[in-house]
C-alpha cells in the first residue's frame, strides 16, 4: 500500500469549506484513496473513498488529481463538530487490511 | 452502517494482569479487526479474526501477548496478556461489513496499566 502524507495540523472557521490535502505519489493504479476521522476518545468513522473520479456523499467531497498523486477531502459547510483528525490512507482493493494509518491532520474547526 | 459495542470502555489495570477486551456486532460479519491506538499515535493492526480458524497475527504481535477469540460471527474477544504499562492503549474493533474496504470501528476500549 502506498504511502500517505498529510499535513499535521489545519484550521478552518465555522460555516466554512474545509479542504484537506493529501499526497499519495506512489500509489499504484488499483489502490484507492480510503479517508477516515477521529473525533477525540471515539473509533475511527470512514467518511469516503475513490478511485479516479471524484466523488460525493453526505458527508463530504473528494477530489482526485488526473495522475492520482494526491487528493484534497472537502468538508464544505465546516462545523465545530468536525474538529477531529482526518486520515488519509491508500489501499489495494485486494490487500490486508493493515492500512498504513499515518499522522492525519489535526483539523480544528474554530468558531 | 454497523453498529459495534466494546466492552470494556476503560480500565485501569495491574502490571502482570490480563484483560479480556469484547467485540459484539450487530450483524454477521466474516473478518474482525483489532487495532492498537497507542498515546498520541495513529492505529496500528494487530490482528484479523476469522471465524473458525486462527487469528492473523501482524508482524510485531504474537498470540501468547495477545490471544484471540472468535466463536461466531458476531463476537470475538482480545486478551491483553501480562500486562506492562507499555500496553496503556486504545485497542479498538473493526469490521468491514460489506467487503468493501470501509471500516467501521467500534469506541475503543482504553486501557491504562499502572
Known amino acids: 500500500d502506498a504511502k500517505t502524507t498529510q499535513p499535521p495540523s489545519m484550521d478552518c472557521a465555522e460555516g466554512r469549506a474545509a479542504n484537506l490535502p493529501c499526497n499519495h505519489s506512489?500509489?499504484?493504479?488499483?489502490?484507492?484513496v480510503y479517508w477516515y476521522r477521529q473525533i477525540h476518545s471515539q473509533g475511527p468513522q470512514y467518511i469516503i473513498h475513490g478511485l479516479k473520479n471524484n466523488e460525493t456523499n453526505e458527508m463530504a467531497s473528494l477530489i482526485i488529481t488526473e495522475d492520482r498523486k494526491s487528493s484534497t477531502l472537502i468538508l464544505p459547510h465546516a462545523t465545530l463538530r468536525d474538529t477531529a483528525v482526518y486520515y488519509c490512507i491508500a489501499r489495494g482493493a485486494y490487500s490486508n487490511y493493515q492500512l498504513i494509518w499515518g499522522a492525519g491532520t489535526k483539523l480544528i474547526i474554530k468558531p | 452502517s454497523a453498529v459495534i459495542s466494546q466492552k470494556p470502555s476503560r480500565d485501569i489495570c495491574q502490571r502482570g494482569t490480563s484483560l479480556t477486551i469484547q467485540c459484539q456486532v450487530d450483524s454477521q460479519v466474516t473478518m474482525m479487526f483489532w487495532y492498537r491506538q497507542q498515546p498520541g499515535q495513529s492505529l496500528t493492526l494487530i490482528a484479523t479474526a476469522n471465524q473458525g480458524s486462527e487469528a492473523t497475527y501482524e508482524s510485531g504481535f504474537v498470540i501468547d501477548k495477545f490471544p484471540i477469540s472468535r466463536p461466531n460471527l458476531t463476537f470475538s474477544t482480545l486478551t491483553v496478556s501480562n500486562m506492562s504499562p507499555e500496553d496503556s492503549s486504545i485497542y479498538l474493533c473493526?469490521?468491514?461489513?460489506?467487503?468493501?474496504?470501509?471500516?467501521?470501528f467500534g469506541e475503543g476500549s482504553r486501557l491504562t496499566v499502572l
Open positions: 473493526s469490521v468491514d461489513r460489506e467487503n468493501t474496504g470501509e471500516l467501521f
Open positions: 506512489t500509489i499504484s493504479g488499483n489502490e484507492y
